[in-house]
């Protein structure tokens, strides 16, 4: 009996240990702030939102479509959060961020930068055959406990420019080869804008992997990520991922849940997925 008692306690010191270093992440596009969207207006879905992200707690949440007020209600709500990003349209506040959120009480940001989707990355530019100016936000993180690093991008890929996403995807994996020195473990997120079977979408995986295709368990929700505020259209392809390097995937999951008044919270569904750093 003693000692199964000794190995019960070991077996929860060992599984405790694994999952204390363990930690949340979320990509989640929030709709812009549109006045036209009558019922599924800003106002009457960001307490819900804030909610939502309270419940899942990510340790880093990178959103897309958030305008600069959208950003600072973030900020003003999550405690124990911060952010990094800037506004694709200037650099500074104007125009759409690709906003990383991080918990301060488990993550420190050690370097962090945006860059523009185009033959210019490093200056406000639309690239190739893109609709409108699109960015990627990133940075080096470091584990306030345990001094592991992770490299984070966060993105927003365009909805029109077949050559801008395929570009946009080379971009990217270009661009962790160039600063990623220290063959740090990756994170890359965010709104494709493309679905598995595209070539953006097969660049990327070229160099990372799908978190649903490694992950310990099954994923669980909807396989569609995107529904224009409609029911109808969750269908059977997901245009949000997070795509990992070098990190172990625990779950996946996409959320599908809907405010008390039985809209949805924004026209996409989060992405959630618990990560460990190898």
Not at 18 to 45: C, E, H
Not at 123 to 144: H, K, M, P, Q
Not at 183 to 205: A, C, H, R, Y
Request: hydrophobic share 40%; net charge neutral; charged share 25%.
């Amino acid at each position: 009996m003693k000692k199964i008692l000794v190995f019960l306690f070991l077996l929860f010191a060992v599984t405790t240990a694994v999952f204390s270093q363990s930690f949340n992440v979320m990509t989640y596009n929030i709709r812009y702030d549109n006045p036209s969207d009558g019922k599924n207006a800003w106002s009457l879905r960001k307490e819900c939102l804030v909610s939502q992200i309270e419940k899942y707690n990510p340790a880093i949440l990178g959103i897309q479509e958030g305008l600069h007020h959208q950003v600072l209600y973030l900020d003003s709500c999550l405690v124990n959060y911060s952010y990094i990003g800037v506004g694709r349209d200037d650099g500074k506040t104007k125009g759409e961020y690709c906003a990383i959120f991080y918990d301060t009480l488990q993550f420190r940001v050690i370097e962090s930068s945006t860059f523009w989707l185009s033959r210019t990355p490093e200056r406000v530019s639309v690239g190739w055959d893109a609709a409108l100016e699109r960015i990627c936000t990133y940075a080096f993180f470091e584990n306030v406990q345990t001094g592991k690093r992770i490299l984070v991008f966060n993105t927003h890929f365009d909805h029109i420019g077949i050559v801008a996403r395929k570009k946009s995807a080379q971009l990217i994996v270009s661009k962790e080869h160039e600063i990623n020195s220290e063959k740090l473990p990756v994170l890359i997120m965010g709104d494709f804008n493309s679905t598995l079977e595209t070539k953006p979408i097969k660049i990327l995986k070229n160099s990372f992997s799908d978190s649903e295709d490694i992950s310990a368990a099954k994923s669980t929700g909807p396989r569609s990520t995107f529904h224009a505020f409609d029911k109808g259209m969750l269908i059977d392809e997901k245009i949000d991922f997070i795509l990992v390097k070098n990190v172990e995937v625990l779950s996946v999951q996409h959320i599908n849940e809907l405010r008390p008044d039985g809209f949805y919270i924004s026209d996409h569904l989060p992405v959630e997925s618990v990560l460990r750093i190898k």
